[in-house]
């Protein structure tokens, strides 16, 4: 999960920080302490919004591991993105296929 955060971050600054972007990038921290999850965001210098989980989000997005990353389309339906997958091109893919619906 680590790992990923450096390109979730260049990400958002990319993409999910501009309020005219069809792209809305929320992370939610699982298993751990609010302050634990705010040292963590700040030390490492992360400007992507993150929320903590209600440990039900997990049950209705059918989250069996971590990290998990859900798309999920202005009318409610979403899938979840493989694991290990290049979530910015899946994103980027789901963007330009919607320009043609």
């Known amino acids: 999960c680590r790992d990923?955060?450096?390109k979730?971050?260049?990400f958002y600054l990319e993409n999910g920080k501009n309020k005219n972007s069809e792209i809305v990038l929320i992370t939610i921290a699982s298993r751990d302490f609010e302050e634990n999850v705010i040292a963590f965001i700040q030390n490492n210098n992360y400007k992507f919004p993150v929320i903590m989980?209600?440990?039900k989000i997990e049950k209705n997005y059918s989250v069996i591991g971590f990290p998990t990353k859900v798309l999920i389309s202005p009318n409610g339906y979403y899938f979840n993105i493989p694991y290990q997958s290049d979530?910015?091109?899946i994103a980027n893919d789901y963007m330009n296929l919607k320009k043609y619906l």
């Open 8 to 10: 979730l971050n260049s």
């Open 87 to 89: 979530f910015q091109k």
């Open 4 to 6: 990923e955060l450096p």
């Open 53 to 55: 989980s209600d440990n």
